[in-house]
């Protein structure tokens, strides 16, 4: 059924405020969980599954699908779609306040059609967990999948943080026509396949983000400028940056993710 005659049937309007867009085309739909790639025996986070369209997709395949939902006029329509699947579980609240470190006792994958507005706080709530998830697969804005992806010399502080954990992939693009409503926006399939081990060690990622984010705060400056707000003078700067083999008088988006570990070794 098209999400405006469901919609229609229960007497519920899209908000906007919430960036509520149903994808619905099914092809599309299909594409994101073959990119998951979840098998038989694995267990699944779905966030915002509203009106269950994907979540059904979902249960098809994997082991158990535990869907979060925050919009609490939606659950009367997932408890009837859904009524046929004994593998899915459907928890109300916010996904920003869900401890992914007690939802899951082993490793999962995330396949998700977020609001577009919160596909960054949503991705730092993943990524920052202990129990990480294996595989995230989401549908985000097109132009953050690209900046995600992004490589020198168009690196940002979003794509060295998430590549810090993952190797993303721009799977497909999605056009509006697949939602409904229409989005104002151009959408893709993104992919993050997380890394096996950890390049950093828990306790010192927030001093590489620190790291990271003076040397992302003014673009149009030399790195060697912008890393002297953590404190160190020029002599100190240099030093570093000669010990991690990095020019000074290149720019942030220019560095690698390995140049930054390098830089981080050596503060």
Do not use: C
């Amino acid at each position: 059924m098209h999400p405006k005659q469901l919609l229609t049937q229960y007497q519920i309007e899209p908000k906007k405020s919430l960036g509520q867009n149903f994808l619905f085309d099914e092809n599309v739909l299909a594409r994101i969980v073959e990119a998951a790639e979840v098998e038989p025996f694995e267990p699944v986070l779905e966030i915002g599954p509203g009106l269950g369209s994907l979540t059904r997709v979902l249960a098809q395949t994997a082991a158990s699908v535990t869907a979060v939902e925050l919009d609490q006029r939606f659950l009367p329509i997932l408890k009837h779609e859904l009524a046929f699947f004994d593998n899915v579980r459907v928890i109300h609240g916010d996904i920003l306040e869900q401890n992914l470190d007690t939802l899951f006792e082993r490793p999962y994958k995330v396949v998700a059609n977020v609001p577009y507005y919160i596909t960054g706080a949503i991705l730092r709530h993943l990524l920052s967990a202990q129990q990480k998830p294996t595989t995230v697969v989401m549908t985000v804005q097109k132009e953050v999948a690209e900046r995600v992806t992004a490589v020198p010399p168009k690196m940002s502080l979003l794509a060295v943080s998430t590549q810090l954990y993952a190797v993303p992939e721009l799977v497909t693009t999605i056009k509006a026509g697949a939602f409904w409503p229409r989005p104002d926006v151009d959408s893709a399939v993104l992919k993050l396949a997380l890394h096996p081990e950890p390049m950093l060690p828990f306790t010192q990622e927030k001093k590489f983000f620190t790291l990271v984010k003076a040397g992302f705060s003014q673009k149009r400056k030399q790195l060697k400028n912008n890393l002297r707000q953590l404190g160190y003078n020029q002599e100190e700067v240099t030093a570093v940056l000669e010990a991690a083999q990095v020019d000074g008088r290149r720019r942030a988006e220019t560095l690698t993710l390995n140049e930054w570990l390098a830089i981080h070794q050596n503060v």
